[in-house]
């Protein structure tokens, strides 16, 4: 059970290091934004 959980832990920081390096954060940036937007009528 234990090595289950490190081996999710480290494939989830693979995971998020892989998406930083690529710049994928400013897509989902770029989509919550639109999304807020849209909720509150300015979008």
């Given at each position: 059970?234990?090595?289950t959980r490190i081996l999710i832990l480290l494939s989830a920081a693979a995971m998020l290091t892989?998406?930083?390096?690529?710049?994928?954060?400013l897509a989902v940036w770029r989509k919550a934004a639109t999304i807020c937007l849209e909720c509150i009528g300015i979008g």
């Open positions: 059970m234990k090595i892989y998406g930083i390096c690529n710049r994928e954060y």
